[in-house]
Each structure stands twice: as C-alpha cells, then as structure tokens.
C-alpha cells in the first residue's frame, strides 16, 4: 500500500515538474523573439530600475 502511494506521488511530482518545463520553455521562446522590458521601483527610496532582456536566434536546424 505504501509503495503505490510513494508510485502515485512520484508520478504526480512528474507530471508538475513536465507543467513547469513546458510553462519556462514557452516563456523563453517568447522572450528569445522579442526585447522585454522589467520596471523595479525601489520601495525605499522610489528609483525605478529597468531591465531589458533581448536575445537572437537563429532559423533552422543544428549546424
């Protein structure tokens, strides 16, 4: 009994962790085509900070 709760945890967690991989690949795609921009206001002394991430990529296959 104890061993299929342990299966049936473990294929939950692998099932979560195959979600995770899809959402961060998806968000990286994204991100590899277009700049995106990140505004951080400082809660202490209100600077804003900007981050830009941009990235290349290239067509086609390995090679």
């Known amino acids: ?4 709760r342990v299966e049936k945890r ?4 692998d ?3 195959d979600n995770i991989d899809s959402m961060v ?4 795609e994204r ?3 277009q700049p995106v921009t990140i505004e951080v206001t400082c ?3 209100g600077n804003v900070v900007q ?3 941009t990235s290349s990529t290239r067509s086609g296959g390995k090679g």
Do not use: A, D, N
């Not at 473990?10 to 967690?13: A, G, Q």
């Not at 690949?25 to 990286?28: P, S």
């Open 51 to 53: 981050i830009m991430l």
């Open 25 to 28: 690949t998806g968000l990286v």
């Open 43 to 45: 809660p202490k002394c």
């Open 15 to 17: 099932h979560r962790l």
């Open 10 to 13: 473990l294929e939950m967690l």
């Open 31 to 33: 991100v590899m085509r």
């Open 1 to 4: 009994m104890k061993q299929e």
